[in-house]
């Protein structure tokens, strides 16, 4: 995957694309949020404090989602989102924590306003084996009404990273697992270059997703919001 590129993301609310650096305070203006947000007040109802969540990939940075939680959901609410639209390829076990492996385990029965505070990041492990570690920080707080019956809403993904065939420069569509495991090449691959690949050891290449799990313990997808 390129580096040095800032990765960009779209508003799920007004559509705008815009580098992930900027993000976080569009979202702080962004018209379209402020209209459903106000609905939500009209609403009535309890107000509850509700958690603004960056969510990027430990590794790869150009995986990310900005989260807004509602406080009274719980880890198992996040965990149950992470593996729906990044993670899920068979069922493996998952921990949150502090830190990394070496600090102790949250429960995930823990509240989102237990768990996080202003700044507070924490983060998410799937699959103890061949390992997905995702980082998760609070990076503001609200008061007031969520703008959905869900415990999460979605703000805002980043855009597929791009990939380009290994061959031929040409936008990738498949990735050869053989070639990441065993050769140390990207194992991207377009269209055409995925016919005629060598490598069947491994499977045949999967399709690119918009995942950091990509290419990881056979995850072909779907990679799709849950709601
Ligand atoms: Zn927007
Ligand atoms: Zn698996
Ligand atoms: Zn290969
Ligand atoms: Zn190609």
Redo the contacts with the bound molecule.
Sequence with gaps: MPRGKQSKGKCTYCGQELAKGAMVKHLSSCAQRQENIEKAERKGGEDETLYHLRVQDAYRSGFWLDLEMRGSATLKDLDNYLRAIWLECCGHLSRFSAGGWGSGEIPKKTRVDKAFGPGVELNHIYDFGTSSETSIKAVSVRQGKPTTSRPIALMARNLMPETKCMECDQPAEFV?????EE?D?S?M?CNQHAQD???DN?GE?LPVVNSPRMGMCGYAGPAEPPY
């Design positions: 050869c697992l053989e070639c990441l050769e090449a194992g691959l690949h060598p490598h491994y290449p």
